[in-house]
């Protein structure tokens, strides 16, 4: 992480704020923070200086570096983080997640051109809880695998995923290499997921939750709560997965129904 000055490069070349225009001084802040970022003389993981020093160059109030600081964070290319280790940084690109299909998070970095990694934070076999349970068709005294993995793309946590399988359809599942592809196994047992039933919420990263995927505690996080089923109908995974929300978007691809629309 660079930890920038205003009077060194980049930010010393300053955006003209007193030529002829027609937007206003925050508006031409941003386009210039923004061209920096574009340009690749501002690079993901840079802290900007406080944003005093900042407006006392450029020579604006902080309301109105504030005001630019707000519309380049709304393009998503900084991240302003509060608390003891705050500040402004400038945001590392997010990984889109495609939910249209089911490919598993190995598929996904693939797509981006980035290495997947997993590790294994938990591995058990024991009795489900009763969502659990009720998610996957199971008795109470039915037994599941929970395998708990910090996803990584590059080395960096983005998700920290919670899976629940039912032992009596993945026997030995456990003793396989749980940092591999998740739904490369099941396909090897003959169970790959074909459908899902997936809801998404937000939610706030616990400390443990916090501590796994380098963010600070209560920070948000986006929840995918599925449920899959083989192409026989019968459920073979119940998963939690909490994605960092600064990292992470999810895309859901929708169609209408022509006959409910009444064309």
Request: overall charge neutral; charged content about 25%.
């Amino acid at each position: 992480m660079r930890v920038l000055t205003v009077d060194a490069a980049p930010l010393a070349a300053r955006p003209d704020l007193v030529g002829s225009s027609d937007l206003p001084a925050h508006a031409r802040i941003a386009q210039w923070l923004e061209a920096l970022i574009a340009s690749g003389d501002l690079i993901p993981g840079d802290k900007l200086p406080p944003e005093v020093e900042i407006a006392t160059s450029l020579g604006v109030s902080r309301m109105t570096l504030r005001q630019a600081l707000s519309a380049v964070e709304a393009k998503g290319l900084i991240d302003r983080r509060r608390g003891r280790f705050g500040g402004n940084f400038v945001a590392a690109p997010r990984f889109e997640f495609d939910h249209a299909s089911l490919p598993g998070f190995t598929e996904q970095m693939r797509r981006f051109e980035v290495e997947a990694g997993a590790q294994v934070l938990m591995a058990t076999t024991g009795r489900p809880d009763a969502e659990v349970s009720r998610a996957l068709g199971l008795r109470r005294t039915d037994q599941v695998h929970r395998i708990l993995r910090a996803r990584t793309a590059n080395g960096e946590p983005i998700v920290l995923e919670e899976a629940y399988l039912p032992a009596a359809v993945f026997p030995g599942m456990l003793s396989k290499n749980l940092q591999a592809s998740l739904y490369a196994l099941m396909r090897g047992y003959g169970h790959a997921p074909c459908a899902a039933d997936e809801r998404i919420e937000a939610t706030s990263a616990t400390p443990e939750q916090a501590r796994v995927l380098g963010v600070e505690p209560s920070c948000p996080l986006l929840l995918v709560v599925r449920t899959s089923f083989a192409d026989n109908g019968v459920a073979v995974e119940f998963s939690r997965d909490y994605h960092r929300s600064d990292r992470t978007t999810i895309r859901i691809q929708s169609r209408a129904d022509p006959v409910r629309q009444g064309y």
